[in-house]
């Protein structure tokens, strides 16, 4: 178990160094930065004095070396744009992606979960059928028209819903759901095989023949193992969701850090994007570790070794 | 005679292939005995036991003239009163200790949580239960073994606590299907003590299948013979010995002649030709196309002949063909 999870800690280092190193040539491959935070009224002078200040001036594996260095302790520098110390900058919008993540999670799993055991419970029959209608259904739909159509039915025909900004939680619903609708498809189709094969293994027959309720023998028998690879592939979700928010946040004017990475892109702020994209690495690696510590939880056959 | 515990009667069962796996099998437990269950890999044995268990895989199809279990019919009982039964009055244990246990549980919560279930008990009783049955069952640091997961447990360890579980609530009957077939030899005989053991001690009707005729020899009362999905020959296990009828029993015997000196783990005997797949529809003697005294007449139904009290078999010969027994 020990020997696993130093494993996973390592490759998990490995793409983060990874990571880092292409959010550093990203930025400098498009273009030259001097030039751009200079601005487009800037003369030849100028421009040699941001490149002097910024330290943009000396061979880039050094500024690499600084950039890391100070990386590693929490110090993304300042926005060009904002005139902010970066890390505040995301600190300050990273709670609002966050939830928006955690609320997309609880729904996709509140909505995949009891359609899989209930498509696996009924294997082949109509309601089986339907839900893997809806999953494929679910996987045609781009999620900014399915956002677009939340939009029109609740925020403005009905009202129910704020179509835009962060003041409450109701804010987050609509997001929250066009943000589920990414993964459940994937935990629905999961769930429901994870479950078939376990409802036909020799335990299930066991506990079938103790005389156990139907519900104990589908939520405690099987779903207990049909579970543990639908945690590890939620947790990626979540990793994915995250990730996937720049496009749900500036569709719902949501303020999180991926509506702030699409600012940034827009204006060449590279201190901030290359902060944004290395942040959401590192969390989307902690998210693969800790679904594997979930998982040895889970199975007792991985935590006894 | 009283009636018997469990009582079958043209059991069948189909699957949605079309293969007819049980065809009329007719097997009748009476309380406090071993009924060995016998025959080739693929007759119908376990299905058999699965179709009485309602176990059945969905696709199957079961139907029976009789099916009864002390006194109550079982194929009126709702799917509630079936669960009801199983693991409580009638409980099964399995050819693979392996995979048989839920790797999520600990051995306690697996074992507890049946007696809670039929017996209404606290968390406390139904473990004092569970250590006791491991105790019986030969296992030494029961409260130990309670908080373990299957993993920790060797295969025969695994099926002592199968067999422990099956007797939490105190059934009347056991289905064991091939319980020591997956295990190491030495490992076989204990269980197979134990199962003995227990069967005496407690009263238990017991249906034990079985490939090994040395097992039958040393504990069966009674013993059924499949073949092609139909019991073609049923007897008291010494008659059965000294004056087997079917041509397959005297086949399945002929490597094993003399009764007494049967040694466990000897295989059936070794008759030319495989158990055919017999479809829905089929008529006639399933045995005849490796019988050596196959007939025309074979191919039509065959006749339930009586060989003496409470011995019968499935075949056209008249009882005590024995001028022709060289030939076989
Ligand atoms: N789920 C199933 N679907 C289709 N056919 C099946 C199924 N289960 C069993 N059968 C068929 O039913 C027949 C009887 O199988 P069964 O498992 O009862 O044999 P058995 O006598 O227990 O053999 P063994 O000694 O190998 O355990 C076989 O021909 C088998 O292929
Ligand atoms: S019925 Fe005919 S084929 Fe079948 S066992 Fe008897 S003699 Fe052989
Ligand atoms: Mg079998």
């Known amino acids: ?79 060009y744009f904002f005139k902010q110390r970066v890390a505040s900058l995301i600190g300050e919008r990273m709670p609002i992606t966050v939830t928006l993540g955690l609320v997309g999670l609880a729904i996709a799993l509140a909505i995949s979960l009891p359609l899989g055991v209930l498509a696996a419970a009924q294997e082949g029959r109509l309601a089986d059928r339907i839900v893997q209608g809806i ?36 804010h987050f619903v609509m997001p929250g759901i066009v943000l589920a609708f990414t993964a459940v498809p994937a935990l629905t189709r999961l769930t429901r095989s994870g479950m078939i094969q376990a409802l036909s293994s020799d335990y299930i027959r066991t506990a079938r023949a103790k005389g156990l309720s139907r519900l104990s023998i589908l939520l405690k028998h099987a ?32 303020h999180g850090v991926g509506f702030l990475a699409w600012e940034s892109i827009g204006k060449n702020d590279f201190p901030v994007v290359q902060a944004v994209v290395l942040v959401l690495a590192v969390i989307y690696v902690g998210l693969t570790l800790a679904a594997d510590l979930v998982n040895a939880v889970l199975d007792p056959r991985l935590r006894g070794q | 005679m009283s009636e018997a515990l469990l009582d079958i009667a043209g059991l069948r069962v189909t699957f949605a292939g079309g293969t007819a796996a049980v065809r009329g099998t007719a097997i009748a437990v009476n309380r406090g005995e071993t ?28 139907s029976a003239d009789r099916l ?40 306690g919560s697996q074992m507890t949580e049946v007696h809670r279930r039929h017996k209404g008990s606290s968390r406390q009783v139904a473990t004092d239960r569970a250590a006791e049955m491991l105790a019986r069952v030969g296992i030494t640091a029961p409260g130990m073994r309670l908080g373990q997961f299957p993993h920790q447990l060797s295969g025969g360890l695994r099926q002592r606590v199968m067999i422990a579980m099956a007797l939490m609530c105190d059934p009347e009957l056991l289905i064991a299907d091939e319980p020591t077939t997956a295990l190491d030899v030495t490992v076989q005989a204990q269980i197979l003590r134990l199962l003995a053991g227990l069967q005496r001690d407690l009263g238990l009707a017991v249906l034990l299948i ?7 020899a040393r504990v069966a009362d009674r013993v059924s013979v499949m073949y092609a999905g139909e019991v073609v020959e049923s007897a008291r296990t010494n008659d059965l010995f000294a004056r087997p009828q079917h041509p397959y029993t005297r086949g399945l015997l002929d490597c094993v002649p003399v009764p007494g000196k049967i040694r466990p783990g000897e295989p059936l005997g070794s008759i030319p030709g495989v158990v055919p797949r017999v479809r829905a529809g089929f008529q006639g003697c399933g045995f005849r196309d490796r019988c050596a005294f196959a007939m025309p007449e074979c191919a039509a139904e065959v006749p339930r002949h009586a060989a003496g009290e409470a011995h019968d078999y499935l075949c056209r010969l008249a009882a005590d063909w024995s001028g022709l027994r060289g030939a076989a």
């Open chain 1, 1 to 79: 178990m020990l020997r696993f999870l130093i494993r996973r800690l390592i490759v998990a280092l490995l793409v983060a160094a990874t990571v880092l190193t292409l959010a550093f040539a990203l930025t400098r491959l498009s273009g030259d930065l001097a030039i751009s935070i200079a601005g487009p009224n800037a003369t030849q002078q100028d421009v040699e004095l941001v490149r002097k200040a910024y330290g943009l001036d000396r061979p880039l594996i050094v500024q690499f070396g600084s950039w890391v260095g100070r990386a590693a302790v929490g110090d993304f520098g300042e926005s």
């Open chain 1, 135 to 170: 999953t494929l259904i679910g996987q045609a739909m781009p999620s900014f028209w399915l956002g677009l159509i939340l939009m029109i039915l609740f925020g403005i025909r009905l009202g129910w819903l704020p179509v835009s900004g962060t003041g409450s939680w109701q």
């Open chain 1, 223 to 254: 779903l207990r193992n049909a579970a543990i690879p639908v945690v590890a592939i939620a947790a990626v979700q979540l990793g994915f969701m995250l990730g996937g928010s720049i496009v749900i946040e500036s569709v719902f004017a949501l």
């Open chain 2, 35 to 62: 009924h060995c269950l016998v025959g080739e890999s693929g007759c119908g044995k376990s299905v058999s036991a699965l179709a009485v268990m309602n176990l059945l895989a969905r696709g199957a199809s079961r």
């Open chain 2, 68 to 107: 009864r279990f002390a006194g109550e019919d079982l194929l009126s009982l709702s799917d509630t009163g079936m669960a009801r039964l199983r693991g409580n009055r009638m409980a099964m244990i399995f050819q693979e200790p392996m995979t048989s246990l839920n790797p999520a549980y600990t051995v």
């Open chain 2, 210 to 216: 079985t490939h090994d005729l040395g097992i039958v």
